[in-house]
């Protein structure tokens, strides 16, 4: 829950402890009247370990890992966990020109990202988050992934749900890129396709206008991945589109939420790093994941 929320709570109830209405938990996502998905006889229940209303002073790190998994960021922007901060009821994730360039693994890194990963994964289920863009040409995205690492025989392939990817600031002239920052861009990637493995390499992709640029306000991203070959994509409470994975997606994806630089939206010759702290920061207000159970 954000700061202002909370204190449009609490002001008119000056007898109640703020301690206890901050530990209010939603009872369903986010939907329009009319959107919810739900088959009749089901309900939607709150998935605790892949869900953070971020009202500490940090990062929880039973829940998140803040320092890339193994992955340290496309260069040249490097993901720093300082970067990576709870303020005022949210998840905030700075991009900033690095003092000095860093050389790794071969690598030349000139900016610093930050990377934020669920511990906990799972499949089937409803996705979200309340997400406000960065303005510069770094990313601020929403998205799912597996992780190979334990996965034994075709398992071992790859299947990547973007919710959202957007940048603040577009520096290449491409037509699929111009309207990169007003945007939901949703993808459902397929690829690492073991050899002898029978699935298809590919990305099938959906997306939305925002009705504005993706740093104006927060909007609400989310999905239903409601089976192995049907991705629902919902924008602010409504449905979108629904697409078809190029491959089955029946394997455990954990959360990301990560700003990165890409590498087909290369930092502009200003270095891209000129606006305020504010302008350089990615904020969700909140992450949220739930479950189908039947009544």
């Given at each position: 829950m954000n700061s202002?929320?909370?204190?449009?709570?609490?002001?008119?109830?000056?007898?109640?402890?703020?301690?206890?209405?901050?530990?209010?938990?939603?009872?369903?996502?986010?939907?329009?009247?009319?959107?919810?998905?739900?088959?009749?006889?089901?309900?939607?229940?709150l998935v605790q370990n892949m869900s953070d209303e971020f009202e500490g002073d940090k990062v929880d790190e039973n829940k998140w890992q803040?320092?890339?998994?193994?992955w340290i960021g496309r260069a040249p922007g490097l993901f720093l966990a300082e970067n990576v901060n709870v303020v005022d009821g949210s998840l905030q994730i700075t991009t900033n020109v690095l003092p000095k360039k860093i050389i790794k693994k071969g690598q030349e890194y000139t900016y610093g990202g930050g990377y934020v990963g669920s511990r906990k994964g799972r499949t089937y289920g409803y996705y979200e988050c309340e997400m406000k863009a960065n303005k510069t040409f770094m990313s601020s995205t929403f998205w799912m992934i597996n992780d190979r690492k334990d996965a034994s025989g075709c398992d071992?392939?790859?299947?990547?749900?973007?919710?959202?990817?957007?940048?603040?600031?577009?520096?290449?002239e491409a037509e699929w890129m111009k309207n990169f920052d007003q945007r939901m861009n949703s993808n459902t990637h397929s690829r690492d396709i073991p050899k002898g493995c029978d699935y298809k390499k590919g990305s099938n992709k959906g997306g939305s206008?925002?009705?504005?640029k993706v740093y104006d306000d927060f909007h609400v991203y989310g999905v239903w991945w409601k089976s192995k070959d049907e991705i629902l994509f919902f924008l602010d409470g409504k449905f979108q589109v629904k697409v078809k994975p190029p491959a089955d997606f029946d394997i455990e994806m954990y959360l990301r939420l990560v700003v990165e630089t890409y590498n087909w939206n290369k930092a502009p010759e200003d270095g891209g790093m000129t606006?305020?702290?504010?302008?350089?920061?990615?904020?969700?207000?909140w992450v949220r994941s739930w479950k189908l159970v039947k009544n």
């Open positions: 202002l929320l909370k204190l449009l709570i609490c002001v008119p109830f000056l007898l109640i402890s703020c301690a206890t209405v901050s530990t209010i938990k939603p009872e369903a996502p986010t939907f329009l009247k009319g959107e919810d998905p739900k088959p009749a006889n089901t309900q939607w229940k803040i320092s890339g998994q193994g071992q392939r790859t299947t990547e749900l973007d919710i959202q990817e957007c940048v603040g600031e577009i520096v290449n206008s925002t009705s504005g606006g305020s702290k504010a302008d350089r920061t990615t904020i969700y207000n």
